[in-house]
């Protein structure tokens, strides 16, 4: 298994377009995460889905900001408009159960200016 | 609440001398705790899990229910345990999610 996957890996754009982030979790794993990375908060979880149900969205900042994960091998983090706060390093986990812990992906760099 | 906290940012260390990182934390219910590290613009990886007891690069931590603590440590620092440690917690059990708390982590540094 190639472990989790994330696409792109790195991406800049300008403030107002849209930027989507892409996850491939290891297969057969039912739970799937979202996290977000910065210098001042650390790491923040911003949703995660069981089994493809989104299960707690608590940490999405606000309503730009959405979230899909359409079957369990497939799942998009959605921004629009995005902004310069939205700067940061993007990790989608994906785990199998609990107390095994979260495999985590590489990362995407997103850079707004 | 859960909470996990990591009180030192920055732990600074020669090689060979030892390491702590410490950690505690705040639950309910029956926790499971981890320790991941993520080396320089990689990825996090799982250091080790409290349930498993296990040692993985030298490194062990130990549950202290009393004291809420689940702190990392390695007799002998090596170079290349130079990175950023991050303390997580779940909860267990019927009713708990499986969602991942992190700390704020703790860069160490192990100088030559």
């Known amino acids: 298994d190639a472990g989790v996957i994330q696409s792109p890996r790195h991406e800049v754009t300008e403030m107002g377009q849209e930027v989507t982030l892409r996850c491939k979790p290891i297969?057969?794993?039912?739970?799937l995460f979202w996290y977000r990375q910065t210098m001042m908060r650390g790491l923040e979880l911003l949703i995660y889905?069981?089994?493809?149900?989104?299960?707690?969205d608590s940490g999405m900042p606000e309503d730009r900001f959405s979230a899909k994960m359409p079957n369990a091998s497939f799942s998009t983090l959605k921004i629009q408009p995005s902004e310069p706060r939205d700067s940061a390093v993007y990790f989608c986990?994906?785990?199998?159960?609990?107390?095994?812990?979260?495999?985590f992906g590489s990362g995407t760099r997103l850079t707004v200016v | 609440a859960q909470r996990v906290t990591q009180p030192e940012k920055l732990l600074s260390v020669f090689k060979g001398a030892p390491v702590e990182l410490k950690c505690n934390y705040s639950?309910?219910?029956?926790?499971?705790l981890f320790w991941y590290v993520q080396y320089s613009r990689q990825r996090l990886q799982l250091l080790l899990r409290?349930?498993s007891r296990e040692s993985i690069k030298g490194f062990t931590a130990d549950l202290n229910k009393g004291e809420t603590s689940f702190h990392l440590k390695k007799p002998f620092a090596q170079e290349e345990d130079s990175a950023m440690y991050y303390c997580?917690?779940?909860?267990?059990?019927?009713?708990?999610?499986?969602?991942?708390?992190f700390g704020t982590g703790t860069l160490l540094a192990v100088q030559p």
């Open positions: 409290h349930i």
């Open positions: 889905f069981n089994n493809n149900v989104p299960i707690d």
């Open positions: 986990a994906s785990s199998l159960r609990p107390n095994y812990g979260y495999t």
């Open positions: 297969s057969g794993h039912n739970s």
């Open positions: 639950y309910s219910g029956s926790p499971e």
């Open positions: 997580a917690l779940s909860g267990r059990g019927g009713g708990a999610t499986n969602k991942l708390i």
